[in-house]
């Protein structure tokens, strides 16, 4: 099966800052790569699917590359409500895992 | 309202049995491929398993394969997960969700309920 790899597990910037996350799969998924969202104490909140499609509603300055086995979650400008996990999965095919997760704080 | 509400969690001992239900509302259940994933307190997200929309088809992660079961009752809005020979390490808060795309299976979730905790404990 498919691993999926995030880096790094955790990382603090500055209000402002541009944050880079990254999703390495085990095997190349074109595409098929989501990222989520998950606030403390709240259910995950879908960001991005197929690599860099936004979803309804999320703020611009989230956005998504990649393709293959290589992904990346950036943040233009990190805000304090920014403050979270957030998670990529794989969908190209069953099982679905995620990655580990990326804690990301305010420095 | 579009909402999915997961119940029937609590504590079991190590080896014993419980079902999860997840009850939906507000859309075409039997449209939706729907899922099951889970978290541990404290650590990330685990994808559990999905069942196609009409019941046809079931994947399961390693974790869980032969001793979860998935299913559904597309006239009851209802979705279970069958927990059989619990261990400590399914201790964790469960999520139904729900696949973006109709009918197709393996889509990311863009609607997930609240959770219900598993605790396995002796």
């Known amino acids: 099966d498919i691993q999926m790899t995030q880096s790094p597990s955790s990382l603090s910037a500055s209000v402002g800052d541009r944050v880079t996350i990254t999703c390495r799969a085990s095997?190349?998924?074109?595409?098929?790569l989501a990222w989520y969202q998950q606030k403390p104490g709240k259910v995950p909140k879908l960001l991005i699917y197929?690599?860099?499609t936004l979803q309804s509603g999320v703020p611009s300055r989230f956005s998504g590359s990649g393709s293959g086995t290589d992904f990346t979650l950036t943040i233009s400008s990190l805000q304090p409500e920014d403050v979270a996990t957030y998670y990529c999965?794989?969908?190209?095919?069953?099982?679905?895992?995620f990655g580990g997760g990326t804690k990301v704080e305010i420095k | 309202q579009v909402q999915l509400v997961e119940s029937g969690g609590g504590v079991v001992r190590p080896g014993r049995s419980l079902r999860l239900s997840c009850a939906a509302s507000?859309?075409?259940?039997?449209?939706?491929?729907i899922h099951w994933v889970r978290q541990a307190p404290g650590k990330g997200l685990e994808w559990v398993a999905v069942?196609?929309?009409?019941?046809?088809?079931?994947y399961y992660a390693d974790s869980v394969k032969g001793r979860f079961t998935i299913s559904r009752d597309n006239s009851k809005n209802t979705l279970y997960l069958q927990m059989n020979s619990l261990r400590a390490e399914d201790t964790a808060v469960y999520y139904c969700?729900?696949?973006?795309?109709?009918?197709?299976?393996?889509?990311?979730?863009?609607?997930w309920g609240r959770g219900t905790l598993v605790t396995v404990s002796s």
């Open positions: 999965q794989k969908y190209s095919s069953a099982p679905l895992p």
């Open positions: 095997e190349g998924i074109s595409n098929y």
């Open positions: 969700a729900r696949g973006i795309t109709m009918i197709v299976a393996v889509t990311p979730f863009d609607l």
């Open positions: 197929a690599a860099s």
């Open positions: 069942i196609w929309y009409d019941g046809s088809y079931k």
């Open positions: 507000g859309f075409t259940f039997s449209s939706f491929a």
